[in-house]
């Protein structure tokens, strides 16, 4: 997989991940407006999250437990408002794609290592698929396979060979066909197709 693809794939997740909190903030305002003590209990858990941070720094064996006690009050209230407007309790929340990297696509584990999120494998998954031309395997393949547009006529001095067209491209045909069935089979040999650009 390319560079070229990944970084692709990356400026479109960052441009969702963007928009996903541009509409969050958008949800904030309107809803700020019209019920302002949410507003008041957001900027009362900024305050108690800097606070808690105060006193972990400037008095590490001070009791966080009164903190915490009013951190969770006010989430609870922040629910209930939420709940008695008929909305979600993440309403305020961004709506990401992916909940796991949150638009990302990357997700860090416990021990700090960062590892691909499955949605951005899946994505770059499908981008090697389509680049395969494998595409089309509905419409392109054996059982569709026309040996009729080959010619039937025998003429070594035309094609080099003394079968036809039509009938070489039977044997290629079946040639395939036995490379598939035995592609399990650690003796069996692969495929190797020659020829000019353009050929078929």
Request: charged share 30%; aromatic share 8%.
């Amino acid at each position: 997989m390319s560079n070229e693809i990944l970084n692709s794939l990356l400026k479109d997740y960052e441009q969702k991940k963007l928009q996903a909190e541009l509409d969050s903030e958008k949800r904030k305002e309107d809803l700020y407006q019209k019920i302002p003590r949410l507003q008041e209990i957001e900027e009362e858990l900024n305050h108690f999250a800097i606070s808690t941070a105060k006193n972990i720094l400037f008095h590490p064996s001070a009791s966080l437990e009164d903190l915490t006690q009013k951190v969770e009050k006010l989430k609870q209230e922040k629910i209930t408002i939420l709940q008695n407007a008929n909305l979600p309790s993440d309403y305020l929340n961004p709506k990401y794609s992916c909940s796991i990297c949150k638009d990302t696509g990357y997700i860090t584990k416990n021990n700090d290592k960062t590892k691909i999120c499955n949605c951005l494998k899946q994505k770059l998954l499908d981008s090697a698929f389509h680049q395969s031309n494998m595409a089309n395997l509905d419409r392109e393949n054996f059982s569709t396979f026309r040996e009729d547009l080959f010619s039937n006529e025998i003429d070594l001095a035309k094609y080099h060979f003394n079968i036809s067209p039509r009938q070489n491209m039977k044997n290629m045909k079946e040639k395939c066909l036995e490379f598939v069935r035995n592609f399990d089979n650690p003796n069996t040999k692969n495929l190797l197709f020659t020829g000019n650009t353009g050929l078929r």
